[in-house]
């Protein structure tokens, strides 16, 4: 999945590491989709958006946010404040890739929009960028990189953004 980074990376900035998503279930009893299910959208967002906040608050953590947290905007202005916001981009076409590639996606997390597919991803995006652009730090492409590959240039970007914080 999209947070397989976020261990690695932290190590080499010496923090923890942490996927909101992972601590969305933990604190919710049950996995994503089930929340969204039965307990609704709205409650969903308010799980994330108090997850989000004890994250951001802590110190010296690499999260991995999910993809609707900066739809929150209490979340957007915390994201800015905690630190520096890497924002991972891919092309339309290997964002469908992964997510039909990755079956923990679509077993965890409903879909978004009742279309799905590449279709959804177009009109998801169009929402959330504006918001990811207002976060960001600074914007890479994952493209078809390795993960030691992006996690090489995230610390090359966020490195002296880090240290300037600090």
């Known amino acids: 999945g999209e947070s397989m980074w976020v261990g690695p990376l932290a190590a080499r900035l010496g923090g923890g590491a942490v996927d909101a998503d992972d601590e969305m279930e933990r604190q919710g009893g ?3 989709a ?3 299910a039965e307990d609704g959208e709205p409650r ?3 799980l994330e958006r108090q997850v989000m906040q004890e994250l951001l608050d802590g110190d010296r953590l690499v999260i991995a946010a999910g993809g609707g947290a900066v739809l929150n905007d209490a979340t957007r202005i915390q994201m800015k404040t905690a630190g520096p916001v890497v924002w991972l981009t891919a092309e339309v076409d290997v964002l469908a890739a992964r997510i039909g590639g990755d079956e923990s996606t ?3 997390r409903p879909d978004l929009t009742p279309t799905g597919g590449r279709a959804e991803i177009e009109r998801v995006l169009a929402v959330r960028e504006p918001l990811y652009r207002e976060c960001a730090s600074c ?4 493209g078809n990189w390795t993960v030691d590959e992006m996690i090489a240039e995230i610390l090359a970007v966020v ?3 880090a240290k300037k914080d600090g």
């Open 30 to 32: 049950k996995r994503i």
């Open 34 to 36: 089930e929340i969204c």
């Open 44 to 46: 969903f967002r308010q």
């Open 106 to 108: 679509s077993a965890r």
């Open 139 to 142: 914007t890479i492409d994952t």
């Open 159 to 161: 490195g002296p953004l």
